[in-house]
């Protein structure tokens, strides 16, 4: 009983260390048009050739507020409905990685903790002892360590986590565009229930004070 509860005691050891190393980092995405800019000219350049976003076109990147010469610049002959897929056809991706790159559109809502679990996984990589690139929170990722965090100098990982933070916010926006416009149509619902629950308020206090 004594070796039994001593094996537990090393396996809750060992499990809480596990988790310790792989707590997820915490951010704070934002939504405003400068943030999503950015984001998606980092997703563009780093991700785009293997990442889709089917859930996303053109002209959602427009109504958002990005500028529109970059949007046709990224388009092309493209019309404005179509999605941003991506530049490798998943074929070609699968074969070069071993398993097609997942579609972005709804990946910071996909996994649990969500844009936090994004943003802790674009910093997540590092270089082995044996030189080889992994990942703290996916140890199995075929994806390359596209913001190269693993090998940036100390001065140059402020910049990194910036563009992390950029990439997740726009992500985030991505898994639902419309919340914003849905939290502002919300307010104004509020306010105008409020508005009639009051006026039949007092249309009620009138009619009864005739009845008695």
Not at 169 to 179: I, K, N, T
Request: charged content about 20%; glycine content about 6%; overall charge neutral.
């Amino acid at each position: 009983m004594k070796k039994l509860m001593t094996i537990l005691a090393s396996c809750l050891i060992a499990t809480s260390a596990l988790a310790s190393e792989v707590e997820l980092k915490t951010v704070k995405v934002s939504h405003d048009v400068q943030t999503l800019e950015r984001g998606v000219d980092a997703l563009m350049t780093n991700c785009h050739s293997c990442h889709s976003l089917k859930y996303i076109t053109y002209r959602d990147l427009v109504v958002a507020g990005i500028d529109a010469k970059k949007v046709d610049a990224w388009r092309g002959d493209q019309p404005m409905s179509s999605a941003l897929l991506s530049q490798m056809p998943a074929a070609d991706a699968a074969q070069a990685f071993g398993i097609a790159p997942p579609d972005l559109s709804l990946m910071a809502k996909a996994r649990e903790g969500g844009a936090s679990y994004v943003y802790s996984y674009l910093l997540g990589y590092y270089v082995g002892p044996d030189g080889v690139t992994g990942n703290h929170y996916y140890p199995p990722t075929k994806m390359p360590d596209i913001l190269g965090v693993s090998t940036a100098p100390q001065d140059q990982q402020a910049k990194i986590q910036d563009t992390a933070h950029d990439i997740v916010s726009f992500l985030s926006w991505a898994s639902d565009p419309h919340a914003d416009e849905r939290i502002r149509l919300g307010y104004y619902v509020m306010v105008y229930l409020v508005v009639l629950t009051t006026l039949l308020y007092f249309v009620k206090k009138r009619v009864w004070s005739k009845l008695k």
